[in-house]
């Protein structure tokens, strides 16, 4: 298969599941990174072994509005095609509602929001080429809100429209879809009172694993009647009373 994908923040924990995901569907993979070098190349260099030519690093700092175009530009020269843009890559901090913050308002939307939204901007015409497919990573705090992260809350809801917006606007060639993530993997900032609190309102009572989010993802990828969608995968927490 020549099909290729572009996931950004994919040098760790669910970006990185996500690109072994997609690479064993066949896909050669661009790995995003900003600082996780190490860890990106490690990934790239186990998916070559598997594959020669499968895989390469990208570095780019999403809170830069030039670096999304930067990505998109690599992989065409690299490649010469795009099918799949996963847009992983986000920054998870608290925000003070009471003291607030432009820098740090700014900081999450750039990357959480703007970067996604230039990246699919850029990658529109290898996409239109290609019939091609986006998944965002947005999160279930978009519509359930964590106390303490209005900001973070605020652009993962703004990923969500902008993901059905764009899914009106580049259909019918480019589809376009959300994964929308509970709890997967612990934030080290998070308190164990609230670990409990949200197992006990999940009704799966327990953490996902990474590859259930990969296996979401590749599920949008994969279905061609499916697109403007949100596909929640947070162990029923979305519908606990």
């Known amino acids: 298969m020549d099909k290729t994908a572009l996931i950004t923040g994919a040098a760790n924990r669910i970006g990185a599941e996500i690109a072994r ?22 990934l790239a ?12 690093c990208i570095q780019g700092d999403l809170n830069l509005a030039e670096t999304s175009r930067a990505l998109v530009d690599e992989v065409a020269d690299r490649w010469g ?22 820098e740090l308002f700014e900081s999450l939307i750039a990357t959480n929001l703007r970067a996604p939204y230039l990246l699919c901007g850029a990658a529109v015409p290898l996409l239109r080429a290609s019939s091609g497919t986006i998944v965002n990573l947005t999160d279930i ?9 209005a900001v973070y809350c605020a652009s993962k809801a703004g990923l969500i429209g902008l993901t059905k917006a764009l899914a009106r606007d580049l259909a019918p060639l480019i589809r376009v879809n959300g994964v929308s993530p509970g709890a997967i ?3 080290e900032k998070e308190t164990h009172e609230h670990r409990e609190g949200v197992i006990r309102n999940t009704p799966l009572a327990r953490l996902g694993e990474t590859s259930d989010i990969a296996q979401a993802v590749s599920y949008l990828v994969h279905a061609p009647y499916v697109t403007g969608h949100i596909l929640e995968i947070d162990g029923g927490r979305s519908i606990h009373i």
Do not use: C, M
């Not at 705090?141 to 992260?149: N, R, T, V, W």
């Open 21 to 42: 995901h997609l690479h064993g569907d066949g896909f050669r993979v661009a790995i995003h990174y900003n600082t996780s070098a190490a860890a990106a190349k490690t």
């Open 45 to 56: 260099a186990s998916l070559i072994d598997q594959r020669p030519g499968s895989a390469f």
């Open 185 to 187: 993997i612990w934030a």
């Open 81 to 102: 095609r795009l099918d799949v843009l996963v847009n992983n890559a986000s920054v998870y901090e608290q925000s003070d509602a009471d003291v607030p913050d432009v």
């Open 141 to 149: 705090s978009a519509s359930l809100p964590q106390p303490g992260y």
